[in-house]
């Protein structure tokens, strides 16, 4: 069930980049009759990296993206390639089965996964919607009220020591709020809480510091403006 429903929410984004999907993709040689395994792809930004200011600043936005999303992106690559039994495996079984796979895979294939969602999450001010109906009925169901669940995801985000994310997951038809270290992620056979994610913050310093510095909960306040409810309501109305 949450396999089905992560499976759907990831190809569900990787269709909005506009650069090559997240699928591992192979292309076979003729001429030694081997297969060599094409890279996984770093997915284009969705809006240009000055789109999300002032909430998100051009600067980071480039960082964290051309250098910090495509370095997970190439060792990812490097780990997968160096396991012939990897060649062609999805993004989405690797980290179902992470826990048995090298520590390469699960930082990295978490980094890349989370990372291709994550921009699809951020829309420019004014463009991002609201939760549709189906969306707040949920989370009035679920949490009481949009703000008490607005109050309990920057809890978690903002509790979540050192580098991490916070989800608002779909688990067992319910919504839940959890959070996960470094690029570990509810896809994962080790998460301590799985489920399908539908909304996600990267609460690394990588993806605040040179606006914010120290200052996770003004950047936490700041992205709130940028969330692309549009994709959330379509995570959503998927994971059901
Ligand atoms: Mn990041």
New binding site residues.
């Given amino acids: 069930m949450i396999r089905t429903l992560a499976l759907s929410a990831a190809l569900s984004f990787s269709s909005l980049a506009v650069g090559p999907a997240l699928a591992q993709s192979s292309v076979t040689q003729p001429s030694s009759g081997q297969t060599a395994t094409a890279a996984f792809a770093l997915p284009a930004l969705p809006y240009a990296a000055e789109a999300l200011e002032p909430a998100i600043d051009a600067e980071t936005m480039r960082v ?1 993206h051309g250098r ?2 495509k370095t997970y992106v190439d060792n990812l690559n490097a780990a997968v390639a160096a396991d012939p039994a990897l060649a062609g495996v999805s993004i989405e079984d690797l980290l179902g089965r992470v826990s048995t796979l090298p520590t390469a895979i699960r930082n990295n294939g978490g ?1 890349h996964w ?2 291709s969602l ?1 921009w699809t999450l951020l829309a420019p001010v004014g463009q991002g919607g609201e939760p549709s109906a189906e969306l707040t009925a949920a989370i009035t169901r679920d949490f009481g009220s949009v703000d008490a669940f607005k109050t309990a995801f920057n809890q978690a985000a903002t509790t979540r020591f050192g580098s991490g994310w916070a989800w608002l997951i779909v688990k067992d038809g319910k919504l839940q709020i959890t959070s996960t270290a470094n690029q570990d992620n509810p896809l994962m056979d080790l998460a301590e809480v799985r489920g399908a994610p539908v909304l996600a913050v ?1 609460v ?1 310093e ?2 605040y510091y040179l606006k914010y510095q120290n200052k996770r909960a003004d950047y936490l306040t700041a992205w709130w403006t940028v969330v692309n409810w549009n994709t959330v309501n379509r995570l959503y109305a998927e994971a059901q």
């Fill in positions: 964290h910090h999303h980094g989370n990372h994550f990267d690394w990588h993806a």
